[in-house]
C-alpha cells in the first residue's frame, strides 16, 4: 500500500467515524428537531454519488467509506421520517414509542 492510498482511508475512516456518534444519538434519543431534512437529502445523495464514483474508478477507500456514511446518513434520514410522521398523526406532538419499541 502507497502512502497516498494509506491517506485515502485514514481519510476515509475519520469522515466516516464522524457520523456514528450522530446516528446512534439519532436513534437512541429519537430527538430529530435540529436535523435538517433538505441538507441530509442532498447529502445521501452526494454520498451515493460519490461511491459510484469510486465503483467506476475503482477506489475502494470511496466505494467503503461511502458506503458506510451513505448507511448512517440514512439512518439519520429515516428517523427523521419516521418521527416526523409520527408527529404529525398525533397532532404535532411528540408520540415516543414505549421503552424498546422502535419507531
Known sequence: ???????????ALLTTAS????ALLTLRTRNVAGVSLGM???????VALWGVYGLLTRQWAIV????VTLALALVILVTKLRVEHRQR???GRAAT?????NL
Not at 457520523?19 to 450522530?22: D, G, L
Not at 414509542?97 to 419499541?101: N, S
Request: net charge neutral; proline share 12%.
Open 1 to 11: 500500500m502507497t502512502l497516498i492510498e494509506a491517506l485515502s482511508y485514514v481519510a
Open 19 to 22: 457520523f456514528v456518534p450522530q
Open 89 to 91: 398523526r398525533h397532532g
Open 64 to 67: 467503503a467509506a461511502n458506503g
Open 40 to 46: 441530509y437529502a442532498a447529502f445521501s445523495g452526494g
Open 97 to 101: 414509542p414505549p421503552p424498546g419499541q
